[in-house]
């Protein structure tokens, strides 16, 4: 099946400092990408839609300046967490879409982010 | 968005069946079905779709209500690595889909 790669699984950061979550699709072209935010014991949340060489579609109540998100290839998109703080603490969960297959989307492993 | 409704919890033995359900009554005729599951501290994972037929894959089945209202979704024989929750989603046919997570259905395998 499809593979989908993020980097880091986990990072500590200090709070004010930056983070850049890479995700990758490893034996196929995404043409869409998407990122997650899923706090302890609650369901995922869709921060945005990444489509590769056009700007992302932030859900309502996301902060695209705080949240920078890139899909500079079909098989990249990255997400930068800007001046982070403690409350940005969360697991960041991507996903991609397959060109020309719209039924399945294939997740990444997740990003644990702890801001101290 | 089409909203899903899911028992918050189930519970069920090692090698018996477990039928999961899923309440959809607001579906629309372009609405996939999808079943997805996450693993404590992983990313979700696909389990089966459909749309008006039932659905059969290696990892489970898909029970498709013929009003399209419900659908449930059959493991045979669950194991103890089938302990997730479990995620009813619907989502357009076409187009780059949005995926709209509920609070889903956790699932606990007694061995």
């Known amino acids: 099946g499809a593979v989908v790669s993020q980097h880091p699984s986990r990072v500590i950061c200090k709070s004010g400092t930056s983070v850049k979550i890479e995700c990758r699709s490893l034996?196929?072209?995404?043409?869409?990408m998407f990122w997650y935010r899923q706090f302890p014991k609650q369901s995922l949340m869709l921060m945005a839609t990444?489509?590769?060489?056009?700007?992302?579609?932030?859900e309502q109540g996301v902060e695209k300046d705080k949240f920078l998100i890139n899909h500079a290839s079909l098989t990249l998109s990255t997400l930068t967490v800007t001046s982070a703080h403690p409350e940005d603490s969360s697991f960041y969960i991507c996903?991609?879409?397959?060109?020309?297959?719209?039924?399945?989307?294939?997740f990444g492993p997740g990003t644990r982010l702890t801001v101290l | 968005d089409a909203k899903t409704t899911q028992p918050n919890s189930m519970e069920s033995n090692e090698e018996e069946p477990v039928h999961l359900p899923c309440n959809h009554s607001?579906?629309?005729?372009?609405?996939?079905i999808h079943w997805y599951r996450q693993l404590p501290s992983q990313g979700p994972e696909y389990v089966i779709h459909g749309l008006t037929s039932n659905v059969n894959n290696r990892m489970a089945s898909l029970a498709i209500a013929e009003d399209r209202k419900s659908s449930t979704l059959i493991l045979h024989r669950a194991t103890l690595r089938d302990a997730a929750v479990y995620y009813c989603i619907l989502s357009l046919i076409q187009g780059a889909q949005k995926l709209v997570f509920g609070q889903g259905t956790r699932l606990t395998i007694n061995p």
């Open positions: 990444s489509n590769e060489g056009s700007k992302a579609t932030y």
């Open positions: 996903s991609a879409l397959p060109g020309g297959e719209a039924d399945t989307q294939y």
């Open positions: 607001t579906i629309s005729g372009t609405d996939y």
């Open positions: 034996d196929f072209q995404a043409t869409t």
